[in-house]
């Protein structure tokens, strides 16, 4: 799979996960939202979350589950990028961090919403 592929894969999936946690309730802030080095796809509010989304899709699981790319270097990412977030912006909302994983294959899908996939240490 080329490069770009995989950005089009990847731009499918953070489409279809933008959706899917619309139908959920969840209002959208922010989608790619940049803080220095650090992107966090998906930055939403559920009820009284903040939740930071991590949007991880393949063509297949032969490698494992997608979710399992989000790694503890990955999550200290996250996690410095939400706390920029919370303070650039003056969030006073409980944080989340979620992983939508998807797997897109032979014009089928599954998807898996991870709530809570992990804690800041």
């Known amino acids: 799979m080329s490069m770009i592929e995989k950005h089009e894969l990847g731009k499918r999936g953070e489409a279809f996960a933008l959706h899917l946690l619309v139908s959920k309730g969840f209002k959208i802030l922010e989608t790619n939202w940049r803080h ?57 909302l409980e944080c989340r961090f979620d992983i939508i994983s998807i797997v897109f294959a032979e014009n089928k899908y599954k998807v898996d919403h991870i709530e809570d996939a992990f804690y800041p240490e």
């Not at 796809?41 to 589950?65: P, Q």
Request: proline residues 2%; aromatic residues 10%; hydrophobic residues 40%.
């Open 36 to 92: 220095r080095k650090d992107e966090v796809d998906i930055i939403a509010k559920n009820n009284d979350y903040l939740v930071i989304v991590e949007v991880k899709t393949r063509s297949t699981n032969y490698f494992g589950e997608p979710f399992i790319a989000v790694t503890k270097k990955k999550q200290g990412f996250l996690i410095r990028a939400a706390n920029a977030y919370i303070e650039e912006n003056d969030i006073d």
